[in-house]
């Protein structure tokens, strides 16, 4: 057969696009696909409609959707629809559900299936408008509850149902002895005739103006007659009921009860009972039901908030024993400082400076950690190989679990590279060690098993990442394990089972926020007596690692020339410290306590060579919003950003333009002049 020419193809390729497009709007149902996108709250947080036939305005009234993404048109309720199409996606598993689309004030019955692999993020979805039927099926609810309620008040003798086209009476136990009635011939269906036989002669005609009256108008209906029973008397009743009317005006149903009226007063005052008893319940159960929902919610909400309080206690609590600890060091080492200076004992004066430092120091790690737990630390992701951070920690964790623990590492030839903080998976690996070799007092064997993995949807899920490739680092001991108890509770903050000083609880929570905030997640196998084996996944990053060399911690020299630096921080200290530091090193500085004090002082001095500004500022700008401003005038101007935690909102969500850089409080000296010397650059600025 001949090949077909483009031009040909072309042809073909619209032919079928129009006739997939006519068959789409051949569908009476709404259709749509829809692709999933990232977005700002995350990975595949969103979706966008592509294609979608008329059926989809019929049956929502949303016109022009394709283009339209998911938050746009649901805001308030994105998550339900994302987890119900999430899941069809992940698993490729078919749905059938009906849902509220609350944007729209409709109920919907929806079809849904994968179209494709799950790669290509598509969602394939038929659905129609099923408000009307919901609205009938609450209806229906809501009569079914009328006759229990009447049954209930202890009034009711019988119940009926009629469905007035098909003239057939379905009727219980209690109604047919009340007619003289075989109540297997009720459970069977009978007709209006049949059932009036037995109403006394004198009575029928007020019975049939009765029934005609109330098919004209629909509503409520009551009237008492005489029936005759299986012992040939007569009794009186009630028949109280309410005629449905259909659209076209017609009776459709008729659904009523029966009520003794024999022993006239006495029934009649018990009949008055009955029926204000029931208009009680009737007028009263809404509100008793909402009274009752509003006591659940309260409960709940006050369940939550002593569970949030338990859990905010146990974080303060750790917080401030720690902090405290801290504080005592800080503030011991200052008096001690200051009592040396007044006895002249200078030479006493750095061993109380490094205590401070020290305890800064510990403070720090302490926030960082909090940070890592809570997915708020400022990252520095880099293209890497675990192979060789790996080696080149190897002996530094040799050292740190000792002679007694041989430690043994295992990785695939081709390990795939990961994007990923090489400070912070240091210190992941080390903490993870240090934790193993707590848990083998005695010694034994440390294994650091690296890994490629490739995790289809059904996996992903139960490690709550996206489906796809991922490199695993897992450390793996021959320690005592844990209980299912300590288990449940290991990512906890503060949680340690180690004896009082001699763990913060903070080491599993802070590689827990961290392999998070990675993109990737951390999970736990462990069983008492056997063992635990920590195991994180980071996503695959494909493209060369980034190589760096290890070196010792440098010491900027100070600036052989003066450069023009702007300081920004509401913080005095914090501002005062930075323009110290930085006047010794050489620098020309200028400061301000706010983005508008920034720009007046820019106004005066238009020949800044850096800006250095805290992210959180007062006086309606924050610092990204001023490096735009100074850039606006200094279009090549370094900006260096100081955060006490990942603002990533702030910062474009961590997407930096050239020249920028984050400096993470609190910061060293040195750091700081190091990072000053990058950015303002080593060449004269001219005059």
Request: aromatic share 6%.
């Amino acid at each position: 057969m001949a090949s077909l020419s483009r031009a040909e193809l072309e042809e073909q390729l619209a032919l079928s696009s129009v006739r997939r497009h006519a068959l789409f709007e051949a569908i009476d149902d709404g259709f749509c696909i829809i692709q999933f996108i990232d977005g700002p709250h995350g990975p595949l947080s969103d979706y966008v409609h592509i294609e979608a036939n008329s059926g989809y305005e019929r049956h929502t009234g949303i016109g022009d959707i394709i283009g339209k993404r998911l938050r746009e048109i649901e805001p308030d309720h994105a998550q339900t629809w994302l987890d119900l199409y999430g899941k069809v996606l992940l698993t490729g598993e078919p749905a059938r559900f009906e849902q509220e689309f609350v944007a729209v004030g409709r109920y919907i019955e929806v079809s849904a299936t994968r179209a494709g692999p799950v790669e290509m993020g598509q969602v394939s979805v038929l659905f129609r408008d099923v408000s009307e039927r919901k609205k009938t099926d609450a209806a229906l609810r809501e009569n079914v509850q009328r006759v229990q309620l009447a049954l209930a008040a202890g009034a009711i003798i019988g119940t009926w149902f009629w469905d007035v086209p098909a003239d057939q009476f379905s009727v219980d136990e209690g109604f047919a002895t009340a007619f003289g009635l075989d109540p297997a011939r009720g459970r069977a269906g009978l007709p209006l005739a049949e059932i009036v036989a037995t109403v006394h002669p004198d009575d029928r005609e007020g019975l049939a103006a009765a029934i005609a009256e109330v098919f004209t108008r629909g509503g409520a209906y009551a009237h008492q007659y005489r029936t005759r029973r299986q012992d040939g008397n007569y009794y009186w009743l009630e028949a109280n009921g309410r005629v449905e009317l259909a659209a076209d005006g017609t009776p459709a149903a008729f659904p009523g009860v029966l009520i003794d009226m024999e022993g006239r007063r006495a029934v009649e005052a018990e009949r008055d009972r009955a029926i204000a008893a029931l208009r009680s319940l009737n007028d009263t159960l809404e509100q008793r039901v909402e009274e009752r929902t509003a006591a659940l919610l309260k409960a709940e909400d006050a369940l939550r908030q002593a569970q949030k309080m338990d859990a905010v206690g146990q974080l303060t609590g750790g917080l401030a024993h720690d902090f405290n600890n801290i504080l005592a060091g800080i503030s011991g080492s200052l008096e001690l400082m200051k009592i040396r200076l007044g006895q002249g004992r200078i030479a006493d004066l750095d061993r109380h400076v490094h205590g401070a430092q020290s305890a800064v120091k510990r403070a720090a790690a302490l926030t960082q950690r909090l940070l890592a737990f809570s997915r708020r630390q400022t990252l520095d992701p880099k293209p890497s190989n675990l192979t060789r951070i790996v080696a080149s920690m190897h002996d530094l964790v040799c050292r740190s679990v000792g002679p007694a623990i041989a430690v043994d590492t295992r990785a695939p030839a081709e390990l795939w590279n990961t994007f990923v903080d090489i400070g912070q998976i240091e210190n992941a690996l080390l903490n993870l060690c240090i934790n193993a070799r707590d848990a083998m007092p005695d010694g034994g064997k440390l294994t650091i098993e690296m890994a490629n993995q490739t995790l289809d949807a059904e996996a992903a899920a139960v490690r709550g990442v996206a489906a796809g490739d991922y490199v695993s680092l897992a450390i793996r001991d021959t320690g005592v394990g844990m209980t299912a108890d300590v288990l449940a509770r290991a990512f906890d903050p503060f949680f340690t089972t180690k004896p009082a000083g001699k763990g913060t609880g903070l080491g599993l929570s802070m590689v827990y926020g961290f392999a998070g905030q990675s993109g990737g997640a951390v999970y736990i196998d462990s069983a008492e007596g056997e063992g635990t084996t920590v195991c994180l996944l980071l996503p695959r990053y494909v493209g060369a690692s980034h190589e760096e060399s290890v070196t010792e911690e440098r010491r900027a020299t100070a600036a052989l020339w003066r450069k023009k630096i702007l300081v920004v921080d509401d913080e005095p200290l914090v501002r005062t410290v930075t323009v110290e530091v930085l006047e010794d090193l050489g620098y020309d500085l200028i400061a301000a306590e706010d983005g508008p004090a920034a720009l007046r002082l820019l106004a005066a001095h238009p020949d800044i060579d850096l800006l250095i500004t805290d992210v959180g500022l007062p006086n309606g700008m924050n610092g990204r919003q001023l490096a735009d401003a100074v850039r606006a005038r200094l279009p090549e101007v370094p900006v260096l950003f100081v955060t006490g935690y990942a603002e990533h909102a702030v910062l474009n969500h961590g997407h930096l333009e050239r020249g920028m850089q984050v400096l993470t409080k609190p910061f060293a000296a040195d750091a700081l002049a190091l990072r000053v010397k990058e950015l303002a650059g080593a060449e004269r600025r001219a005059d």
